[in-house]
C-alpha cells in the first residue's frame, strides 16, 4: 500500500515537522515527508531536516513582490515533489487563496489551543488570563478564515494554578508532538476527509484517541 506523501511547511524550529518525521520512521505509518519547505532561509528547522535525510527546499517569501507570486512558487515545489498533502508545523506566514485555490481541503495546521478558543498568537497568555481549567491543542484543515477551517483532532491538558505562559506551553507542545502525527494518520488511513467546509469522519474518533496516544516507534526503538 503506498504511503500518503506530506509536504511540510516550516518557518523556525520545525519541533513538530520532527515529531512528524520520527513518525515516519516506523515502517507502519501510513505516510512520508516528501519535502520540507521553509520560507526563511537557516532556520533551526532545516538542520532539523537535515539531521533526518528530509529533502528540504528554501523559497523565501522576501524574494518575491508579492503573497501571490510566493505562493505560486511553493506550489510549483509542492508539486514537483509529488505531494499529497500540506501538512503547517510553525508556518508563520497568512496562507492565501493562491495555495488554498490550488490544494483546498488538502491543508493542515496545529494550532495550540482547543479551537474555536484563542484563534491566533499568545494563546497561552490568554489562557491563563481567562481562567480557563483546560488547554489544549488542534488540529485542522486551513480555510480561508484564521484558524476557523474544520477540526480533525483535540488534545487536552489541564492547566494548574501555578502554570504561567512557558510551562503551559512547554506541556501543550508535548501534547501537539503526539497528536499531529496521529491526526496525519487519521487523514492518510482515510478515517477522516475534508468534505465541502466540514472534517467528516468516516470512523467515530473519541476522546480516547487523544488521551490515549500509542507512543511513536522510531527506527531507533525497532534495532
Known amino acids: 500500500m503506498s504511503k500518503l506523501k506530506v509536504a511540510v511547511l516550516i518557518s523556525g524550529r520545525g519541533s513538530n515537522m520532527g515529531s512528524l518525521a520520527r513518525a515516519c520512521m516506523d515502517p507502519d505509518f501510513p505516510a512520508e515527508i516528501v519535502l520540507v519547505l521553509s520560507n ?6 532545516l538542520e532539523l531536516a537535515r539531521e533526518h535525510d528530509l529533502p528540504i527546499r ?5 524574494a518575491y513582490p508579492d503573497r501571490e507570486a510566493h505562493e505560486e512558487a511553493i506550489c510549483a515545489a509542492m508539486t514537483e515533489a509529488g505531494a499529497e498533502l500540506v501538512c503547517m508545523a510553525g508556518y508563520m506566514r497568512i ?40 488547554h489544549g491543542c ?12 474544520p477540526i480533525i483532532a483535540q488534545a487536552v491538558v489541564p492547566l494548574h494554578p501555578n502554570d504561567d505562559a512557558e510551562t503551559l506551553s512547554t506541556r501543550v507542545l508535548d501534547m501537539e508532538h503526539k497528536l499531529y502525527p496521529h491526526a496525519v494518520r487519521l487523514i492518510a488511513e482515510k478515517m ?3 468534505s465541502g467546509d466540514e472534517a467528516v469522519e468516516d470512523r467515530k474518533v473519541t476522546i480516547d484517541d487523544v488521551l490515549m496516544l500509542p507512543e511513536i516507534k522510531t527506527a531507533e526503538d525497532q534495532a
Open 95 to 134: 496562507v492565501g487563496q493562491t495555495l488554498l485555490g490550488k490544494w483546498r481541503g488538502k491543508v493542515v495546521n496545529i494550532h495550540p489551543s482547543l479551537l474555536p478558543s484563542f484563534r491566533g498568537v499568545d494563546t497561552h497568555e490568554r489562557a491563563i488570563d481567562a481562567g480557563v481549567r483546560v
Open 40 to 45: 526563511r532561509p537557516n532556520v533551526l528547522g
Open 138 to 149: 488542534t488540529v485542522h484543515y486551513v480555510s480561508p478564515e484564521l484558524d476557523a477551517g
Open 58 to 62: 528554501v523559497v523565501d517569501h522576501t
Open 192 to 194: 477522516v476527509r475534508w
